[in-house]
């Protein structure tokens, strides 16, 4: 939370007032100091690590396998040299060099600050730190660990460092690969992993044209990629995953320490499906924000071709401090999708059908309340689901993923007739699929033995109930880190009773231990056990037959194979002060 300034700051005399205007300006953002030295403190560790690694290779470990193969390495290389791999070795080497890291760095972190419509100090400043880190480290080595280059016929001219490591690689795994994580978490569409692949693999192509040239061991190339991605991962996991700096330096007058929802006026995006949001309920959501100082929100329809992806992530581009979706779970589901790891805050507004995700948190179900309430709040981290499959591109949900007798309801739900009753419609069409035959499914969890189920339904949960209020997994939490598993199997109408008596019990469930449970595990043979509860981070279920599959209530085609795995807190929501 920022911190407040006293109200009797306003009677301080005009030239504290104006000094203390003027400092703000410049005023480092929360958590610098500590986020630095927590930096500082790991990239030692990792100095006395690679210095560690060096002395181990030039001391006791030198007259060992594969330590003793290396210069067969290189004289081979020597002998393999041709005319056109020592012109493509050339450019490749110059990719690392060190006026080009430099220079690439430089435009990158320009174009960071300059290129979108609000400065993207963070990853400029991530991109700059870890390639400044890397090269500190890589002196700290080559002062400390004296190997001698390769004796075979060097195409360059060797620099007075030792060869341990190579400069040239380490300095390219931190620019390039740097790059390749920022495209990865900034570009949207097919060209994303292109152009992150494309980018990681400079290092390997410097890397292999040191050798080639020889300037170095394989160990000291090997030890330059080390090096490189360890400050990415260091500075990385501080300013992009755990975001430990409250916000970045500000230029335009703003104090640095204000949260999102502070910022200036025309940085609010609101993406809405036209499908289920008049034009008064718009005009009363731009009323909402306006009261809580969200002025000039810009509002972005969903599209049949774009349900939210492209609208939030245009949004994120452009600089948005808080994002409101407007729409049921499928535009919840792909907006929250394409927010992920952002730390961009989003309010969900339902008005959908099932409103699975706002019905579990607690929202009002009323749009405007459920705005009002979400602004009141405060930002809390949930976690999303990635999930892939045969025929389902990688993608996330943020409630629930199934197959079987579920995936069929929502096959079998008429449009008009979910427009018309709401979700009581999906009980409806849950009647006429409950002869949906029993699947033998194939589970592994979190890397276990797998093991053998038949079942009329399989439910991945991030959240504990479905529509109608009716809780299915009594011990899911979207902020706990895992996912839960339903495997339902009940067999003629005992079976069906005994379910629903275990799912009624289950609501009183005490919180669930850290290791998988099972109701077979507490009561003999699963064969005789209808349901069944599990918790994980990583699930595998692969089918024997092809099953009808669905996403937070959207059907996506039936298949035979369905990967989740829980990321924890990649979502930040913003949610009513009593969830806290």
Known sequence: MPTAVPDGAAGMSGSRTEVTGSARSFALPRGTGRTAARIAALTACQAASMVGLGLLITGPARGLWPLTAEDTVNERLEQARTGTLTALSSIASEAGNTLTVITVTLLACLGLLLVPRLPMWRQAVFLAVAVSLQSLVFLAITESVD????????????????????????????????????????????????????????????????????????????????????????VGRALLVERSVAAAPSTDGTPAGRTADERPPGTTAVILNPTVTDESERHELRRTLERHGHREPVFLETTADDPGAGQAARAVREGAALVVVCGGDGTVRTVADA?????????????????????????????????????????????????????????????????????????????????ALGWPAYALA???????????????????????????????????????????????????????????????????????????????????????????????????????????????????????????????????????????????????????
């Open 147 to 234: 190997r001698h280059r390769p004796d075979v016929d060097r195409l360059d001219a060797s620099p007075p460092t030792s060869s341990y490591t190579s400069g040239h690689t380490g300095a390219a795994t931190a620019v390039y690969a740097g790059l390749a994580v920022l495209a990865l978490s900034r570009i949207r569409g097919p060209w994303r992993k292109v152009v992150a692949g494309l980018l990681l693999l400079l290092p390997l192509l410097v890397a292999a044209a040191r050798l080639y040239r020889g300037m170095h061991h394989p160990t000291d190339v090997l030890g330059g990629l080390v090096n490189g991605a360890l400050s990415l991962l260091i």
């Open 430 to 580: 849950g009647i006429g699929t409950l002869r949906t035959p029993r699947m033998r499914v194939t589970i592994r969890l979190d890397g276990s033995p797998a093991f053998r189920r038949t079942a009329r339904m399989v439910l991945v949960a991030n959240v504990a109930a479905v529509q109608g209020g009716v809780t299915l997994l009594p011990a899911a939490r979207p902020d706990d880190g895992l996912l839960d598993l339903l495997v339902l199997d009940p067999r003629g109408p005992g079976g069906w009773l005994r379910a629903v008596r275990t799912l009624l019990r289950g609501r009183a469930t005490p919180p669930r231990p850290s290791t998988v449970r099972t109701l077979a595990a507490e009561g003999g043979d699963h064969d005789e056990v209808p349901v069944e509860f599990f918790t994980f981070r990583r699930a595998e279920l692969v089918f024997d037959t092809p099953q009808s599959r669905e996403l937070d209530g959207d059907p996506v085609g039936p298949g035979r194979r369905l990967t989740a795995e829980v990321e924890p807190g990649a979502l930040t929501v913003l949610l009513p002060s009593r969830e806290k």
């Open 339 to 419: 927010l992920a790891g952002s730390g961009v805050p989003l309010a969900v507004v339902p008005c959908g059908t099932g409103n699975l995700l706002a019905r579990n948190l607690g929202l009002p179900l009323s749009p405007v309340a459920a705005l009002e309430a979400a602004l009141g709040g405060g930002p809390h981290r949930l976690d999303l689901a990635a999930i892939e499959g045969d025929g389902l591109k990688a993608t996330r949900f943020t409630a629930m993923a199934g197959a079987g007798l579920d995936a069929a309801m929502m096959e079998h739900t008429d449009p008009r007739a979910k427009a």
